[in-house]
Each structure stands twice: as structure tokens, then as C-alpha cells.
């Protein structure tokens, strides 16, 4: 979540994803290495839990990360579309908008 977040911000990404420009930002930090980060974490905590084998990381990898972006991609867009207009009256808009990023820290 707080690479999405941050990304947006820091490229002022728009979350209607109006432009080819939002979108492309969306797809390659939202989609892909969100998502691979996730299923990186995800296999090697299976690993370290002795959930599976080594020989196993691969295939578990690799379903986790399809899984996640099929998810992302039917999700994500509509929520920004038709969610959108609702957001920047909410509660936890106002206090996340109130968050600067900085390499690996987040200040307040």
C-alpha cells in the first residue's frame, strides 16, 4: 500500500487514471513491482516458516503474483473511477494527505 501511495504522490498521479500517463505509473508501480514485492514476501515467509521447500518458491512465487495482479487490474481502476469523487471527503484522505514520504521513512 505505501508504495502506490507514495508513487502517486510524488508523481501527482491523478486517480481517475485518465492519462496514459496515470496509467502507466499505475501498471509498472502499482501492479508490478508492488506486487512482486508482495509475492517475494509472501513465498519467503512460507519458506521461513517451513511451510514449503526451496523447490517450491518458484511455482508458489508465480501463482501469487497472478493472483495479485489479476485482482489489482479488475479492482483498482473501477474503485478510482467511481470511488473517486468520495475520497478527498473522507476522514483517512485527510490524514494520509497530511503524510510526506521520504526514502524509507515516513514523516508526519
Keep these: 500500500m ?8 510524488t508523481f501527482s498521479v491523478d486517480l481517475a487514471l485518465e492519462s496514459k500517463r496515470d496509467w502507466t505509473i499505475f501498471l509498472l508501480f502499482d501492479v508490478v513491482i508492488n506486487n512482486s514485492a508482495g509475492a517475494a514476501w509472501g513465498a519467503l515467509t512460507l519458506i521461513y516458516g517451513n ?42 484522505f485527510k490524514i494520509l494527505l497530511g503524510i510526506r514520504f521520504f526514502p524509507g521513512k515516513l514523516l508526519f
Aim: proline share 8%.
Design 2 to 9: 505505501l508504495i502506490p501511495l507514495g508513487v502517486f504522490r
Design 51 to 92: 511451510v514449503i521447500n526451496t523447490s517450491e518458491v518458484a511455482g508458489i512465487f508465480s501463482a501469487w503474483l497472478i493472483g495479485n495482479i489479476l485482482v489489482i487490474i479488475l479492482i483498482v481502476p473501477l474503485a478510482c473511477r467511481y470511488i473517486k469523487p468520495k475520497i478527498p471527503k473522507s476522514k483517512l
